[in-house]
């Protein structure tokens, strides 16, 4: 029996374990949490419970597994004698839920052929698929020329600590080849450079009655919210004049309402904290409040660093969190631009923010990838995708960020979106088709397959 047979019959045996495996997974609300931070857990308990529930899976299947202090996992199999090893980078921490959702986020409920959870799109449905592609291709005895290795991180919706000691305080290896199920179909041989930027200005003196401005969860998400409180009737009053659409919260603030998107496509979102800052503006008169608005170009022009390139396209800008901090007006940008520029951005973008009256607190920049097509691994990968689906569609290229830049140049991002899924990702009601999710099963396992033997 050939391994793409073994890799359909253990699809059609195990249909209902591998959607409870993702379901039990997904169930597990793996969100950062410094308040439950611990020895074995660097990113609050329930990321902790998402690697310990996964690598116990993986176990179970005869893997070896090993975690490492918690911030990283892995399951890996395959000849021991071999010297060298091939990776799938999946992560199993995910953006908090927000509101706005039909089932619970964390219900993890089947309805209408979907799975609707925080995390099934972004990123553990994707990462399990890889994972029982990986159990069938361990199962089926194929002969392998590498070790297939499972690398399951904890931190990549926020500050990436997972990948910095993975390879890093633990000294693991480069793979020899590798892909992260983190993007879309058929696959991201490129990807922007990003950084994200906490910066600072003095608010003036029309706004010292403004006790909080707080909008956004993550430098990587549109905020789908703003709230302001203040001990100023009267300019409360001003700004529910400026926002009709505003309403009050249980502790007398206002609350503006956005439209949340993934950081990498602002455009795709509503950012409540510009509408909440125009309104501000307007109430008090205070420039600071215009000088946020100006910022929250999606272009980058409010920074003045907006550009493209032939490859990646053009630079994008998100206002990701906002606050007030010992009177400061504290802001949180994620900038992700283009793949063929190098790093003076980082300079210019520092310069121009200065000019424009910003102070520079703190950053973390991760440089461009690009893997040209005619290298390995686009090339099986390609291979393997178009055998499945028939798709001859060329490589892609995106402004999103992936463990791919972590591996570079030996990894890319492959799928797990196709045309015409919906992108659901960091917003409300993310859902994966099971049948995307047993499709993906049948490809992640050939790819594994295909890459352990080149």
Known sequence: MSFIEFLNRYIDDNQ????ASLQACLRIPS????????????FGQACADALT??????????MKTVNLDGYVGYAE????????????????????PGDGWTDGPWDAVVRDGRIWSRGAQDDKGPTFAGVHGAIALL??????????????????ESSWQCMEHYFGAAGQPMPKLAFTPDAGFPLYHAEKGSYTATITRTLGS????????TSGLR???????????????????????ELPDAFETSD?????????????TPHGGVNAAMLMARGLQNATGDASWQALVTLCDCDGKGAGIDGQDDLTGALTLNVGVVNIVDGLLEVVINVRYPATWDDSVLQRSWDNLNDRGWTLIEFDHTAPLHVPIDQEPVKTLLSVYRDHTGDMSAPKTMGGRTYATSVQPVGVAFGAAMAGDPEVAHRPDENISVERYLQCIRIYGDALYRLANI
């Open 252 to 264: 007398g603030g206002l609350q503006v309402t956005g439209v949340s998107a993934h950081g990498g």
């Open 77 to 96: 199999f395959g000849p021991e004698g071999a010297a060298e090893h091939i990776a799938l980078l999946g992560h199993l921490d995910v953006v908090p």
């Open 53 to 62: 529930y996964t690598l116990e899976l993986c176990a179970a299947t005869g």
């Open 31 to 42: 969100v950062k949490d410094e308040t439950t931070v611990a020895s074995g857990a660097p």
């Open 219 to 241: 430098p990587n998400m549109v905020p789908d919210k703003a709230i302001v409180t203040s001990g100023d009737a009267a300019l409360m009053g001003r700004l529910r004049s």
């Open 16 to 19: 209902e374990k591998a959607l």
């Open 206 to 213: 029309e706004s010292h009655q403004i006790n909080t401005f």
């Open 139 to 156: 199962q089926s005895g194929a002969a392998l020329r590498h070790r297939v290795r499972l690398i399951f991180g904890c931190d990549e």
